[in-house]
């Protein structure tokens, strides 16, 4: 596998966590609510993928839906841990080593996409479209992806290296990923434009919360695939 990112790097930043965390509030409110048009909240019984499933924490949220579960990641030892914990949970997944761009699943498996604040690790708009027509291929006709990923506000991008073309190096010291290269939508339109050749139905909400000292801005992106 290829990706613009310190895998090993990766790998020891989960490797300190003690345990399940709590799922993403934003992604628990769009699979459980009316906020988006159509959404079909039967989910027990059908295949979610969850694309770079870091410590695992969506996937439990995702195993209480009743969600047969499916993840990658980009480095071993993180998913021996995930399985670990899902264990304690008495859950199972299917998990294997992966990328956006390099999903090891077959097509038109999956009923759901989860893509939690992983796309923008392209660090390219060719990777990024890569990475969807990915996403594409192993979702079911009429499955539907749910992607977050970081807008333009948000905190990991102070100090930060303008490199053009909505690419930025990552410069919080602060920061494991320093030195790391993101990409970053800087509004919906742009979204729209990479997103609808593949998929139907496409929608982009936002999430901008200031939390007293630093502020969190993502970009939530569905659609469905035809």
Same mark, same amino acid.
């Not at 749910?146 to 100090?159: A, E, F, R, W, Y």
């Not at 496409?202 to 469905?224: M, N, P």
């Given at each position: 596998?290829?990706?613009?990112?310190?895998?090993?790097?990766?790998?020891?930043?989960?490797?300190?966590?003690?345990?399940?965390?709590?799922?993403?509030?934003?992604?628990?409110?769009?699979?459980?609510?009316?906020?988006?048009?159509?959404?079909?909240?039967?989910?027990?019984?059908?295949?979610?993928?969850?694309?770079?499933?870091?410590?695992?924490?969506? %996937?439990?949220?995702?195993?209480? +839906? @009743?969600?047969?579960? !499916?993840?990658?990641?980009?480095? /071993? &030892?993180?998913?021996?841990?995930?399985?670990?914990?899902?264990?304690?949970?008495?859950?199972?997944?299917?998990?294997?080593?992966?990328?956006?761009?390099?999903?090891?699943?077959?097509?038109?498996?999956?009923?759901?996409?989860?893509?939690?604040?992983?796309?923008?690790?392209?660090?390219?708009?060719?990777?990024?479209?890569?990475?969807?027509?990915?996403?594409?291929?192993?979702?079911?006709?009429?499955?539907?992806?749910?992607?977050?990923?970081?807008?333009?506000?948000?905190?990991? %991008?102070?100090?930060?290296?303008? +490199? @053009?073309?909505?690419? !930025?190096?990552?410069?919080?010291? /602060? &920061?494991?990923?320093?030195?790391?290269?993101?990409?970053?939508?800087?509004?919906?339109?742009?979204?729209m434009e990479c997103f609808s050749p593949p998929f139907l139905d496409?929608?982009?909400?936002?999430?901008?919360?200031?939390?007293?000292?630093?502020?969190?801005?993502?970009?939530?992106?569905?659609?469905?695939?035809?």
């Amino acid at each position: 596998m290829t990706t613009g990112i310190d895998e090993n790097k990766w790998a020891l930043s989960y490797a300190d966590d003690p345990g399940l965390g709590w799922p993403c509030e934003t992604l628990i409110r769009v699979l459980k609510g009316d906020y988006v048009p159509g959404l079909d909240r039967d989910y027990a019984g059908k295949k979610v993928l969850d694309v770079s499933c870091g410590n695992g924490n969506n %996937l439990a949220f995702l195993a209480s +839906l @009743g969600l047969e579960l !499916y993840g990658t990641e980009v480095h /071993d &030892d993180i998913l021996v841990s995930v399985r670990e914990k899902l264990a304690r949970l008495g859950t199972k997944a299917d998990l294997r080593a992966g990328t956006n761009r390099d999903l090891p699943f077959g097509n038109d498996q999956f009923d759901l996409l989860v893509s939690w604040n992983v796309i923008h690790y392209e660090t390219t708009e060719i990777d990024i479209r890569r990475a969807l027509s990915e996403y594409h291929r192993v979702l079911r006709p009429g499955g539907r992806f749910v992607v977050s990923t970081t807008g333009p506000d948000h905190k990991i %991008l102070q100090g930060c290296e303008a +490199l @053009g073309e909505h690419r !930025y190096r990552i410069g919080r010291k /602060d &920061d494991f990923r320093c030195g790391e290269i993101l990409y970053c939508f800087d509004e919906p339109a742009h979204i729209m434009e990479c997103f609808s050749p593949p998929f139907l139905d496409v929608l982009v909400g936002r999430t901008h919360d200031f939390l007293f000292s630093a502020t969190l801005d993502w970009f939530i992106v569905t659609g469905r695939k035809g």
